[in-house]
């Protein structure tokens, strides 16, 4: 029975072992006759910068086997049952990583990603990768896959609304105006990945540059035409400049270029002087204007009118900006016709801060005895250089004296002749210091005590 038993096992482990031959055998030729069949479309082919992409697809598996050992030039579709378990996809635009997706088991996938680029024709490419698929729902096997295609970039259409001075003075600044459009959209409109553009102005050899709002896409560059002459003048419009982490650092730049010529002509209306030249606050300012005769020219202080006067017959006037408006900082001097042409001219002045008198008074309080001499020091200095005194001194009641300095740092001395005293005496010292229309009183205490006078 024993034997039985073992020949039994035998038998068993030999038909064992030739099923699993037999299944590595077809399992292998299964394999290598698996065909993948990958099916996509690009929405839309023709993409807008920084617009979204989308990549949707299906993936197929098939085992096909060749007919030609028959001697038949063809293939037959085996009803092999393959199953597709799952994998990953990766799209990339010339680098740009669009994104990635999860292959399902019903072998379908959707990538969608914005086109950080700029327009032009450039590479797309699907990676497929760890195909999972199974045979019979036993057998396994894992591919990649790598499909190369192309993606068609285009620029979309900017338009720029460019408002442009019909009269420009020489001297004078001017202002740029515009809106830029993408397909007739806002900037953020049109896309949310869009930052500010810029506006470069290029004329006689000069460049400006201003930003444009991404939100409503207006600008504005000021110019200023140094010369009465024809200029010509270059402007660059960026719509949108912005730099977006997708894999690399991507900068995107589209744009539309326009040019046209400008005349400046000497403006009617300038300030020919402005008087004094250091303007210290609290001093009247006094304004030179040149205009056209016979014409009223009203004079402004930051917004404010303050003067107004005819020009003569040689188009001449002189305005004046009162001492009480005139205070430390930084302002803005207007004139303007007071009728049209309402053109106008301004200057930016900077008032400084009146500088007073400062005063070093050195009158130390003092204890001593009759025979001695008492010292007080006296500076006045204004910005940086001595001023002039006069000094006017009281001790007590009992002695009072005054004298003038001319060089700004005298002395002031008090002589105590030795006297019979065997008490202390407190007094108070008062002294009075004038220079340049200024006062600065000093009041400190002198003890005299007795003396050994005999």
């Given at each position: 029975m024993i034997s039985i038993a073992v020949s039994i096992v035998a038998l068993i482990a030999a038909i064992g072992s030739a099923l699993g031959v037999a299944y590595t055998v077809v399992r292998t030729l299964i394999d290598s006759c698996l065909r993948i069949e990958v099916n996509y479309e690009i929405i839309p082919k023709r993409v807008k910068t920084l617009k979204v992409v989308t990549i949707e697809g299906k993936v197929d598996a098939k085992v096909w086997v060749p007919m030609w050992p028959m001697g038949l030039p063809l293939s037959i579709e085996y009803p092999v049952p393959v199953i597709?378990?799952?994998?990953?996809?990766?799209?990339?635009?010339?680098?740009?990583?669009?994104?990635?997706?999860?292959?399902?088991?019903?072998?379908?996938?959707?990538?969608?990603?914005?086109?950080?680029?700029?327009?032009?024709?450039?590479?797309?490419?699907?990676?497929?990768?760890?195909?999972?698929?199974?045979?019979?729902?036993?057998?396994w096997t894992q591919r990649d896959l790598v499909i190369r295609d192309d993606l068609i970039i285009e620029k979309p259409t900017i338009k720029v609304q460019l408002k442009t001075p019909q009269v420009v003075y020489s001297g004078k600044t001017v202002t740029i105006k515009g809106v830029v459009t993408l397909d007739d959209k806002t900037p953020q409109e049109y896309s949310p990945y869009i930052s500010e553009g810029q506006v470069t102005v290029v004329y006689n050899g000069k460049k400006t540059t201003g930003k444009v709002d991404p939100q409503t896409g207006e600008f504005y560059v000021q110019v200023k035409f140094d010369e009465p002459r024809n200029y010509d003048l270059i402007v660059d419009v960026l719509a949108f400049s912005t730099f977006a982490y997708v894999g690399l650092w991507t900068q995107i730049s589209v744009g539309v270029t326009y040019t046209f010529s400008a005349t400046a002509t000497p403006p009617p209306l300038t300030i020919t002087r402005i008087e004094p030249?250091?303007?210290?606050?609290?001093?009247?300012?006094?304004?030179?204007?040149?205009?056209?005769?016979?014409?009223?020219?009203?004079?402004?202080?930051?917004?404010?009118?303050?003067?107004?006067?005819?020009?003569?017959?040689?188009?001449?006037?002189?305005?004046?900006?009162?001492?009480?408006?005139?205070?430390?900082?930084?302002?803005?001097?207007?004139?303007?016709?007071?009728?049209?042409?309402?053109?106008?001219?301004?200057?930016?002045?900077?008032?400084?801060?009146?500088?007073?008198?400062?005063?070093?008074?050195?009158?130390?309080?003092?204890?001593?005895?009759?025979?001695?001499?008492?010292?007080?020091?006296?500076?006045?200095?204004?910005?940086?250089k001595y001023v002039p005194h006069r000094v006017v001194w009281r001790l007590g009641t009992i002695q009072k004296g005054e004298y003038n300095c001319e060089t700004g740092a005298s002395t002031l001395r008090l002589v105590f002749p030795k006297q019979r005293y065997s008490t202390y005496y407190v007094l108070t010292l008062s002294i009075t210091v004038y220079a340049d229309s200024e006062m600065y009183i000093k009041q400190t205490t002198i003890r005299i005590g007795y003396s050994t006078y005999k």
């Open positions: 597709i378990r799952g994998g990953n996809v990766r799209v990339q635009a010339a680098g740009q990583v669009l994104g990635t997706s999860v292959i399902g088991t019903d072998g379908k996938f959707s990538v969608a990603g914005p086109i950080i680029l700029n327009p032009g024709r450039v590479p797309l490419i699907i990676n497929i990768n760890n195909l999972n698929c199974t045979l019979w729902g036993v057998a030249e250091r303007i210290i606050e609290g001093s009247a300012i006094r304004v030179y204007v040149e205009a056209t005769p016979n014409k009223e020219i009203i004079l402004e202080w930051d917004d404010t009118k303050v003067d107004s006067a005819w020009t003569d017959e040689q188009g001449r006037c002189v305005l004046t900006v009162p001492s009480t408006k005139v205070k430390s900082g930084t302002h803005i001097i207007k004139v303007s016709f007071s009728e049209k042409p309402r053109i106008s001219i301004s200057k930016v002045v900077e008032v400084l801060e009146k500088v007073g008198v400062k005063f070093y008074v050195e009158a130390p309080s003092a204890t001593f005895r009759y025979g001695g001499i008492y010292e007080a020091n006296i500076d006045t200095i204004k910005e940086n």
